[in-house]
T-cell receptor
């Protein structure tokens, strides 16, 4: 079974530039999550989708971050404009209802 | 809100030593509890889980027991190997009936280094 796919694996940008990350969840998983993991910290939930609807985006900095999951399958997370403090690994995960979460390898963002 | 507290690392052990990583939680209702592991350069992988009080999760020689009375889910392994070197995250998942969603909360992680 294919796992959660994410791209790009690494991205370096300057502050105030924009960046987009892509995630393709495991087939059949209705729930998709985006987490931000800053070095030395645990993952923090940014947004959670159930199919193509948002169920929790309370910790998403909406002035600069946006995410969509068109057609209830793959998803993109965008940051515009980026700040230095956005340097982190962005993890995508998917699950069925109340099952374990399956994580992708993450996209590491460095903002200079 | 929900929270997970893990012992701070890094933890450095010699091969074949006994491992304990403490984890306590605060949550309403009846969460499920997880340990995830993150090897260098990789994503998080589920190590083990327990869904109700007194359940014991186990995998690859690691064990953890869901203790509701002490709100704990400590990770243990009797004899660690160099290949166990990784960051370990304790986490809980709880259904938020009001929001109709599942809330997953992670601890900050504990880095384990095992030396030969």
């Amino acid at each position: 079974e294919a796992g959660v796919a994410q791209s790009p694996r690494y991205k370096i940008i300057e502050k105030r530039q924009s960046v987009a990350f892509w995630c393709n969840p495991i087939s059949g998983h209705a729930t998709l999550y985006w987490y931000q993991q800053i070095l030395g910290q645990g993952p923090k939930l940014l947004i959670q989708f159930q199919n193509n609807g948002v169920v929790d985006d309370s910790q998403l900095p909406k002035d600069r971050f946006s995410a969509e999951r068109l057609k209830g399958v793959d998803s993109t997370l965008k940051i515009q404009p980026a700040k230095l403090e956005d340097s982190a690994v962005y993890l995508c995960a998917s699950s069925t209802v109340l099952s374990e979460l399956f994580f992708g390898e993450g996209s590491r963002l460095t903002v200079l | 809100g929900d929270s997970v507290t893990q012992m701070e690392g890094p933890v450095t052990l010699s091969e074949e030593a006994f491992l304990t990583i403490n984890c306590t939680y605060t949550a309403t209702g009846y969460p499920s509890l997880f340990w995830y592991v993150q090897y260098p350069g990789e994503g998080l992988q589920l190590l083990l889980k327990a869904t109700k009080a007194d359940d014991k999760g186990s995998n690859k020689g690691f064990e953890a027991t869901y203790r509701k009375e002490t709100t704990s889910f400590h990770l243990e392994k009797g004899s660690v190997q160099v290949s166990d070197s990784a960051v370990y995250f304790c986490a809980l998942i709880r259904r938020d009936s009001g929001a109709g969603s599942y809330q997953l909360t992670f601890g900050k992680g504990t880095k384990l280094s095992v030396i030969p």
